[in-house]
């Protein structure tokens, strides 16, 4: 399935959350805790030496060189080197009758560690993380140790020493498992799967595929598409192929299809929101500027003082079926179809109909990105309009044009606008905030780019 939004990633959002991962595992590989060594060992000519190794603390762990990398068809790759960690810990040996103990502080330097990152998707399309792989080497260990026998301590730390190692090898290993699952796995789970718009509409952004890695970026391809609350009804229509551009200059991108933005009017056409109903007190006055209640709306011409005096009017303005929108390179467009019928309000408060006409023109929208959603407004051209019932007398049609325009622009725009600048969530997880935004339009879809920020809790 093609999707009809998609996030990619570059190498420097991967970089900049990468720094933010590795500020957390510096943190939970200070807190490890190494398990007790103890054993004994025979000794040559001497006898058999019992030792025990005890409250191994790690005073901290130091992550200086680390960097990520993209995998194609595979994943993500953490590699550090030159790291270091600073150990504490209590020595007991036993030898005959020479009983001593003492503290140590050990340091290993030129530690290696190297993390293969496994990305996926679960049941409802949210992405998932795991370690495929860790391996961890230690180049060198030093240690100073306190006591009053100093040739003790060469002959019991030659044999703990590889079991120090590996202890801790495995220990590092084993915390970068557990962080990734205890802290970037649920983190990942904040990515909202569906976001809902108001009590009608909402959008579904559930992964129609794993995340993908290649030579220069990772992508996400997710459903993109607007659903009615009511009932959601299957899209007549497919998405089709996406390919963003090869632009990196920001840390993330957002590529909206424009079969995203025909959902949300197949969406909210179906779910009866693309009705609007106009009254005399919603019209706007050429001559003061304000709203006006007025018993006779509409021209002298049409003489409906005479059928209906004194009686209200009311406008019911709907869509036929649902808006198409075009995006090319110069922008985003649409030409709708609006139905407008016009009743008298009779005194037992049923409605007359008085005529039928519809209306269409040219609408440009202008969007843009603000606090993590997107917005618009939308600037109409010229309007048409075409009476379909009853028959009108060319002054009369003018006379209507005139109050439909004042209706469209002083009325129906105004709401439209007021909900597209409350905007549409874009699919990102909790505590980031873009910055340097940049909008471009390319055939069939909207191209949004932007840097990141976190805020930790």
């Known amino acids: 399935t093609n999707p009809g939004f998609v996030v990619r990633i570059t190498q420097a959002g991967l970089d900049y959350a990468h720094q933010q991962g590795i500020t957390i595992l510096e943190k939970e590989l ?10 004994d060992f025979r000794i040559r000519h001497v006898g058999k030496l019992r030792y025990d190794i005890s409250s191994l603390d790690l005073r901290s762990f130091h992550l200086p060189h680390s960097r990520i990398s993209l995998v194609p068809g595979v994943g ?5 080197s030159n790291a270091f960690a600073e150990v504490d810990g209590n020595w007991r040996v036993k030898l005959h009758f020479i009983r001593d103990h003492g503290s140590f502080d050990l340091e290993a ?4 560690i190297k993390i293969d990152l ?8 949210k992405p998932t993380i795991d370690t495929s792989d860790c391996t961890t080497h230690i180049s060198r260990v030093r240690v100073h140790f306190s006591g009053k026998f100093g040739w003790l301590y060469n002959l019991f730390y030659s044999a703990v020493e590889p079991m120090f190692r590996r202890s801790l090898e495995r220990e590092v290993c084993d915390t970068v498992a557990r962080s990734v699952r205890g802290e970037l796995q649920p983190y990942l789970q904040t990515l909202p799967v569906t976001a809902r718009i108001g009590a009608m509409a909402g ?3 559930s992964l129609v595929a794993a995340p993908a890695a290649t030579a220069q970026s990772l992508d996400a391809g997710l459903k993109g598409e607007f659903f009615s609350l009511a ?9 089709l192929a996406l390919a963003l551009p090869p632009d990196h200059d920001r840390m993330v991108y957002f590529g909206a299809s424009s079969y995203f933005f025909n959902t949300a009017g197949f969406a909210y056409h179906a779910a009866g929101v693309l009705v609007f109903e106009v009254t005399d007190s919603m019209v706007v006055s050429p001559r003061d500027g304000g709203l006006c209640r007025c018993p006779h709306p509409l021209p002298a011409p049409l003489q409906l003082e005479k059928i209906y005096p004194d009686m209200a009017m009311k406008l019911r303005l709907s869509a036929p079926s649902a808006p198409f929108l075009s995006i090319g390179p110069e922008g985003l467009s649409l030409r709708p179809v609006v139905d ?4 008298a309000i009779l ?9 039928l006409l519809s209306l269409t023109g040219n609408v440009s929208a202008v969007v843009g990105v603000r606090s993590g959603r997107i917005v618009g407004s939308l600037e109409v051209g010229r309007l048409k309009f075409f009476f379909l019932l009853p028959p009108l007398s060319a002054p009369q049609v003018r006379m209507l044009q005139s109050i439909m325009n004042t209706i469209a622009s002083s009325v129906l725009l105004p709401r439209l606008n007021d909900r597209l600048d409350r905007g549409f969530p874009l699919p990102l997880p909790d505590r980031i905030q873009l910055s340097n935004i940049l909008v471009r339009f390319h055939q069939n879809f909207l191209l949004l780019g932007a840097d990141v920020r976190y805020y930790p809790r």
Do not use: C, M, W
Not at 109 to 112: A, R
Not at 118 to 125: E, F, I, R, V
Not at 231 to 237: E, G, K, Q, W
């Open 340 to 343: 407008i019928q016009a009743y």
């Open 203 to 205: 959008i579904d952004y």
């Open 118 to 125: 496994k990305l996926g998707s679960d049941a409802t399309g």
């Open 231 to 239: 009932h959601r009804s299957a899209v007549p229509f497919p998405p």
């Open 347 to 355: 005194p037992n408060s049923s409605l007359a109909p008085l005529f």
């Open 30 to 39: 200070a807190q490890l805790k190494l398990p007790d060594i103890s054993g």
């Open 109 to 112: 330097e030129d530690v290696y």
């Open 76 to 80: 993500l790759q953490v590699s550090i």
